[in-house]
């Protein structure tokens, strides 16, 4: 499969391009600086600069053929929104996207601690919120996870939908290589589409 990683150069996008080679698929991992995709060289690998701020520039590297995924973070209220648009005109196949638990469609699940989540993103939230339903829209998956820490892929991890949500644990982390592999399922067989999903894991207690 071809896939397209969209933040490939950070610790989760990082995640997803190792785990995508390892599964033999082929990928072309964008960044605004490919130099900092620190992984060997290979085959199937393509290297590629890029920015969301460039839709003509992301539309050049994903076409009808790409199943992206995203690891597109930012401290910055705005770009999450535009790096979604700039993804969906490009037309792919098929989106997989990064989003936070506690925000937008998972915020009355997840309880209390959204609204302590809200208060720590600030402007950030609107962005988020309207990233996320750019995507859902036009059909692709949406993944809400925890929060992010280094460490390997949990084996006892799950995804599920909304309605299998649990409160929402601030102290609680989900690795990144559990999410990344979580996402990966997803762009092979998509269980989610035009839905939220989410990446269960050490920080899942029940329900």
């Known amino acids: 499969m071809n896939l397209t990683v969209l933040a490939a150069s950070g610790r989760t996008g990082i995640a997803l391009t190792r785990q995508a080679l390892l ?3 082929t990928v072309t991992a964008i960044a605004r600086d490919p130099g900092r995709i620190a992984l060997p060289d290979s085959p199937n690998l393509r290297k590629v ?3 969301v701020n460039d ?3 992301i539309a050049a590297v994903v076409d009808g053929d790409s199943v992206v995924l995203s690891a597109l973070g930012t401290d910055r209220a705005g770009t999450l ?3 979604a648009r700039a993804v969906v005109a490009a037309g792919p196949r098929r989106v997989v996207w990064l989003g936070a638990y506690g925000t937008g469609r998972s915020a009355e699940a997840a309880g209390e601690g959204a609204a302590v989540l809200a208060r720590m993103l600030g402007d950030r939230l609107a962005d988020k919120v309207e990233a996320d339903d750019t995507v859902l829209a036009a059909g692709g998956t949406v993944f809400h996870a925890g929060m992010l820490a280094d ?7 799950r995804t599920v939908g909304l309605d299998l949500a649990p409160a929402l644990d601030l102290g609680a982390k989900v690795s990144r290589e559990t999410v990344a592999a979580a996402m990966l399922d997803e762009a092979e067989t998509p269980q989610f589409p035009g839905a939220v999903a989410l990446p269960l894991a050490e920080w899942f207690s029940g329900r």
């Open 23 to 25: 599964r033999g698929h």
């Open 49 to 51: 600069a890029g920015d």
């Open 55 to 57: 839709a003509a520039g």
């Open 81 to 83: 929104l535009t790096g």
């Open 151 to 157: 460490g390997p892929e949990n084996p006892r991890r």
